[in-house]
């Protein structure tokens, strides 16, 4: 995300494996990454689902993550020369629409503020989400009933707002944002599926 928009303090990792990865090549990666990050503290490497996760530990707490997940669907080719070697960058369009997976399938916090940024600050739109998203969802034979993504989207927004109400945000300025980031999502994000 940081190659279209940098604004996240995290510094995490999110990768796909190509269809064509062994799996010797992708235990070898595993490995190189795994002994990357040793000399910079504790390092755990998990796995659940298509997804497997090298993280660096510090005081038992995930400081980076390194993730690669199996790719359900691709819409473009992925950018290349824009790290060095083989290393391609999902487009755009490719970056939202597994953003919006996330968002309907998990709704964690930094899901809504991904989309919620992307959005805001000019990379994208919500018409375009939802529409990418769809194409996404078709691809990988899932899911696109848009209704019922929007439901799952409107329940994580009611949990997000049970487990941290407004009122019981001290700071002033994040209890802003978020205000604004849930008028946004009910307003515009979610209203666009009426129009």
């Given at each position: 995300?940081?190659?279209?928009?940098?604004?996240?303090?995290?510094?995490?990792?999110?990768?796909?494996?190509?269809?064509?990865?062994t799996?010797?090549?992708?235990?070898?990666?595993?490995?190189?990454?795994?002994?990357?990050?040793?000399?910079?503290?504790?390092?755990?490497?998990?796995a659940?689902?298509?997804?497997?996760?090298?993280?660096?530990?510090?005081?038992?707490?995930?400081?980076?993550?390194?993730?690669?997940?199996?790719?359900?669907?691709?819409?473009?080719?992925?950018?290349?020369?824009?790290?060095?070697?083989?290393?391609?960058?999902?487009?755009?369009?490719?970056?939202v629409?597994?953003?919006?997976?996330?968002?309907?399938?998990?709704?964690?916090?930094?899901?809504?503020?991904?989309?919620?940024?992307?959005?805001?600050?000019?990379?994208?739109?919500?018409?375009?989400?939802?529409q990418?998203?769809?194409?996404?969802?078709?691809?990988?034979?899932?899911?696109?009933?848009?209704?019922?993504?929007?439901?799952?989207?409107?329940?994580?927004?009611?949990?997000?707002?049970?487990?941290?109400?407004?009122?019981?945000?001290?700071?002033?300025?994040?209890?802003?944002?978020?205000?604004?980031?849930?008028?946004?999502?009910?307003?515009?994000?979610?209203?666009?599926?009426?129009?």
């Amino acid at each position: 995300m940081s190659h279209y928009i940098e604004y996240r303090q995290t510094k995490d990792v999110d990768a796909w494996w190509v269809e064509s990865a062994t799996s010797a090549e992708r235990a070898a990666i595993i490995t190189v990454l795994q002994d990357a990050l040793r000399p910079f503290g504790e390092v755990r490497t998990r796995a659940w689902g298509d997804v497997v996760s090298v993280e660096l530990q510090e005081e038992s707490s995930t400081v980076f993550s390194f993730q690669i997940a199996e790719r359900s669907a691709e819409l473009e080719v992925p950018l290349s020369g824009v790290w060095p070697g083989e290393i391609g960058v999902d487009s755009l369009r490719d970056l939202v629409a597994s953003k919006m997976v996330a968002l309907v399938e998990r709704g964690a916090p930094r899901d809504f503020l991904d989309i919620y940024t992307l959005c805001t600050k000019g990379q994208c739109s919500a018409v375009d989400c939802w529409q990418w998203w769809t194409t996404r969802q078709a691809k990988a034979k899932e899911n696109v009933d848009r209704k019922r993504a929007a439901l799952a989207v409107r329940t994580h927004l009611a949990r997000l707002e049970q487990v941290r109400p407004l009122a019981g945000i001290a700071d002033a300025e994040q209890r802003t944002v978020a205000g604004a980031l849930r008028a946004w999502f009910e307003m515009d994000f979610l209203g666009e599926l009426s129009n």
